[in-house]
């Protein structure tokens, strides 16, 4: 049996990635838990029978990284995908550190069918961060057309004057 862990206090996003990851050909047997309480709780008792957990970062009882991070305390990172609305690059640069499967937005402009095929891969168990893999390149610097220019010109040895 492949078991999953919804944590996720919205009902209509729980009941919207129950239904798909349901149609996975994994055959799995899904909980959900609405609050950081009762997912911790599910995880203590039994934390060898989740083979994947999916988790809301604002749920009852948890905010940031607070529930993520027991989480990974607890040696459970690798089988975890966040699956939030926060849109914090910094929680997602942690995650990839922390070992995590995943980060996913609910949100943000993410179309659903993107997220759809999001879910597909992480069922697959594959890692799935949208942004980009690795820490080194979700921390590099965004910078504009010109500053990029200015930079160019810069390394071929031109000063600023």
Same mark, same amino acid.
Not at 19 to 24: E, G, L, T
Not at 114 to 121: A, Q
């Given at each position: 049996?492949?078991?999953?862990? *919804? ?13 798909? *990851?349901?149609?996975? %050909?994994?055959? %799995? ?45 607890? &040696?459970?990172?690798?089988?975890? @995908? ?6 914090? %690059? ?59 220019? @200015?930079? &160019? ?9």
């Amino acid at each position: 049996m492949f078991h999953v862990l *919804i944590v996720e206090d919205h009902s209509l996003v729980a009941e919207a990635a129950a239904h798909k *990851i349901s149609n996975s %050909p994994r055959s %799995p047997v899904i909980e959900v838990c609405a609050t950081a309480d009762d997912a911790l709780s599910a995880l203590r008792s039994t934390p060898e029978k989740w083979q994947l957990i999916l988790l809301d970062l604002n749920v009852p009882g948890a905010h940031g990284l607070s529930l993520a991070s027991e989480l990974a305390r607890m &040696g459970l990172a690798a089988r975890t @995908c966040i699956l939030t609305g926060a849109e914090r %690059p910094e929680f997602e640069i942690q995650a990839v550190e922390m070992g995590f499967q995943g980060y996913l937005l609910k949100g943000g402009g993410t179309s659903v069918s993107t997220l759809e095929e999001d879910l597909s891969r992480i069922v697959a168990g594959e890692r799935v961060f949208r942004r980009c893999g690795t820490a080194e390149q979700l921390a590099a610097p965004h910078l504009t057309k010109r500053q990029a220019q @200015c930079l &160019g010109l810069a390394a071929t040895g031109l000063t600023s004057k």
